[in-house]
């Protein structure tokens, strides 16, 4: 489709501006336990894409989706599809601007190669992005109402919402939720962004399920960015480990392999402690109770030693995650993580894929693009710039706009915003109401679609 034509970008026009002078606490000390998409903060925290840009990130490695559709048995077809919801959280490492809030009625769309996708803001309050992404081989489509709670030290991130695959051809659904997310050191220290909690994959049609952990590293350093689980079948029964990093690799191998792998880390450790036993200081006692529980071993592998010691803790910050992994006999490598680009912490630490979202190509309202579609923001375009004044100001001016329209609406017809690309439906699958598109947004009939900018 439209993006092979195009030259890639490989730069922002403008390098952003630093946030070096900007106390974060010196904004958020007054709203602690508040909703942040409620409060008004300076363009400076902020990146030039809005949440629904944002949201196009989960396709980065589409390319899995279309694998997993091309696996003849449901157990490597669960693997591929929980490869994809691990890797379309990877872009998240390290983004610490605020995306813009979308306007409620804007749209976004993206059109690569091999598929094609469709965002709406559907709802303000609550803040609602409804998604719908398809190609010959799978759907993948879902709605995200984020909840972002400032609750002193950190922000914490709820991505209310589930997202769902479907694979025509095997007449399968497949639906999630994302994890929680944590910005750490809001107060003192440096920013650094977590991954946290479970996710359950489920495919609706065969039973069966994919658990995997995204561990919390607070505790334990080693457990940096750390996801692990298991791929059942509809009995339960564990069939394939999955382990890695969120960003940068996620793995494989048979669930066999995984316990003998652990028994016999399990017997190394054991063996080093019971040497060590006849003076055993409390520490070493609790380590060898944690050996038990087995939530993570390191494995002894060559990447360990060239990384080891670890970077020394910078705050509150934890060690280097390159310095341990894993590292099971016949695994295979489901997913990895493309390199950001070199100039990438000058312009937001985007990846390359990012770099790309507000790339005009050839498009042009309203033939070739609907006049609401993100591109079109002038906040976001200046800040992209380099212009934080015209950023706050036109933010300002497109906030106003949007409340006056909406009082303007309910005083003519006393009506709410009925969303132009998407509709509300009950799914028996996760026994909840979704958003689900109403099509026709391809057919690029543009014409009664008003600019909201
Ligand atoms: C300036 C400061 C400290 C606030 C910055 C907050 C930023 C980092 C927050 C605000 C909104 C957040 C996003 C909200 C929802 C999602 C969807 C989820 O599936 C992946 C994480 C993701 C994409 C979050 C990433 C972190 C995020 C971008």
Same mark, same amino acid.
């Given at each position: 489709?439209?993006?092979?034509?195009?030259?890639?970008?490989?730069?922002?026009?403008?390098?952003?501006?630093?946030?070096?002078?900007?106390?974060? &606490?010196?904004?958020?000390?007054?709203?602690?336990?508040?909703?942040?998409?409620?409060?008004?903060?300076?363009?400076?925290?902020?990146?030039?894409?809005?949440?629904?840009?944002?949201?196009?990130?989960?396709?980065?490695?589409?390319?899995?989706?279309?694998?997993?559709?091309?696996?003849?048995?449901?157990?490597?077809?669960?693997?591929?599809?929980?490869?994809?919801?691990?890797?379309?959280?990877?872009?998240?490492?390290?983004?610490?601007?605020?995306?813009?809030?979308?306007?409620?009625?804007?749209?976004?769309?993206?059109?690569?190669?091999?598929?094609?996708?469709?965002?709406?803001?559907?709802?303000?309050?609550?803040?609602?992005?409804?998604?719908?992404?398809?190609?010959?081989?799978?759907?993948?489509?879902?709605?995200?109402?984020?909840?972002?709670?400032?609750?002193?030290?950190?922000?914490?991130?709820?991505?209310?919402?589930?997202?769902?695959?479907?694979?025509?051809?095997?007449?399968?659904?497949?639906?999630?939720?994302?994890?929680?997310?944590?910005?750490?050191?809001?107060?003192?220290?440096?920013? &650094?962004?977590?991954?946290?909690?479970?996710?359950?994959?489920?495919?609706?049609?065969?039973?069966?399920?994919?658990?995997?952990?995204?561990?919390?590293?607070?505790?334990?350093?080693?457990?940096?960015?750390?996801?692990?689980?298991?791929?059942?079948?509809?009995?339960?029964?564990?069939?394939?480990?999955?382990?890695?990093?969120?960003?940068?690799?996620?793995?494989?191998?048979?669930?066999?392999?995984?316990?003998?792998?652990?028994?016999?880390?399990?017997?190394?450790?054991?063996?080093?402690?019971?040497?060590?036993?006849?003076?055993?200081?409390?520490? !070493?006692?609790?380590?060898?109770?944690?050996?038990?529980?087995?939530?993570?071993?390191?494995?002894?592998?060559?990447?360990?030693?060239?990384?080891?010691?670890?970077?020394?803790?910078?705050?509150?910050?934890?060690?280097?995650?390159?310095?341990?992994?894993?590292?099971?006999?016949?695994?295979?490598?489901?997913?990895?993580?493309?390199?950001?680009?070199?100039?990438?912490?000058?312009?937001?630490?985007?990846?390359?894929?990012?770099?790309?979202?507000?790339?005009?190509?050839?498009?042009?309202?309203?033939?070739?693009?609907?006049?609401?579609?993100?591109?079109?923001?002038?906040?976001?375009?200046?800040?992209?710039?380099?212009?934080?004044?015209?950023?706050?100001?036109?933010?300002? !001016?497109?906030?106003?706009?949007?409340?006056?329209? !909406?009082?303007?609406?309910?005083?003519?017809?006393?009506?709410?915003?009925?969303?132009? &690309?998407?509709?509300?439906?009950?799914?028996?699958?996760?026994?909840?109401?979704?958003?689900?598109?109403?099509?026709?947004? &391809?057919?690029?009939?543009?014409?009664?679609?008003?600019?909201?900018?």
């Amino acid at each position: 489709m439209a993006e092979s034509e195009h030259a890639q970008r490989h730069a922002l026009p403008a390098a952003m501006i630093s946030r070096k002078k900007i106390s974060v &606490w010196s904004i958020l000390k007054n709203c602690i336990g508040k909703d942040l998409s409620k409060i008004t903060m300076p363009v400076v925290l902020n990146e030039p894409l809005s949440f629904l840009q944002r949201l196009c990130e989960y396709m980065e490695y589409a390319e899995i989706l279309t694998q997993a559709a091309h696996q003849d048995n449901p157990a490597d077809r669960m693997k591929c599809v929980a490869a994809f919801a691990v890797s379309a959280l990877a872009s998240n490492w390290d983004r610490l601007g605020k995306p813009f809030n979308p306007l409620l009625g804007e749209t976004y769309e993206l059109q690569k190669e091999d598929y094609r996708i469709i965002c709406e803001q559907v709802s303000h309050h609550p803040p609602v992005s409804a998604f719908h992404a398809e190609s010959t081989d799978f759907k993948f489509h879902g709605s995200i109402n984020p909840k972002i709670k400032f609750s002193g030290k950190n922000v914490e991130v709820h991505p209310n919402g589930i997202v769902t695959v479907e694979f025509p051809k095997w007449n399968e659904t497949y639906t999630w939720s994302n994890v929680n997310c944590c910005v750490h050191n809001i107060i003192v220290g440096k920013l &650094w962004i977590e991954q946290h909690g479970t996710m359950e994959i489920t495919n609706h049609s065969t039973g069966h399920t994919a658990k995997l952990i995204f561990k919390s590293s607070t505790s334990a350093d080693k457990d940096l960015h750390r996801v692990e689980g298991f791929v059942k079948d509809e009995n339960g029964q564990n069939l394939f480990f999955l382990y890695g990093k969120w960003t940068k690799f996620l793995k494989c191998c048979p669930y066999e392999n995984y316990d003998e792998y652990r028994k016999h880390e399990m017997k190394i450790k054991d063996d080093k402690e019971t040497t060590a036993s006849p003076n055993a200081t409390p520490k !070493r006692m609790f380590s060898k109770l944690n050996s038990f529980k087995l939530n993570s071993f390191r494995s002894l592998s060559i990447q360990d030693h060239e990384n080891y010691p670890p970077a020394d803790i910078d705050g509150d910050f934890p060690r280097s995650d390159s310095s341990f992994s894993l590292d099971i006999p016949d695994s295979t490598l489901l997913w990895s993580c493309n390199p950001r680009p070199e100039n990438s912490s000058e312009y937001y630490n985007f990846t390359n894929f990012a770099m790309q979202l507000n790339a005009m190509d050839n498009m042009k309202p309203p033939d070739t693009l609907c006049p609401t579609d993100a591109r079109l923001r002038p906040d976001i375009l200046c800040l992209e710039n380099g212009d934080l004044d015209g950023a706050s100001k036109e933010k300002t !001016r497109l906030e106003e706009k949007q409340r006056d329209s !909406r009082k303007l609406k309910k005083s003519e017809d006393g009506g709410d915003f009925t969303p132009r &690309w998407f509709k509300k439906v009950y799914s028996p699958f996760t026994k909840s109401e979704v958003w689900l598109y109403s099509g026709s947004y &391809w057919n690029r009939d543009y014409e009664t679609t008003n600019s909201l900018f």
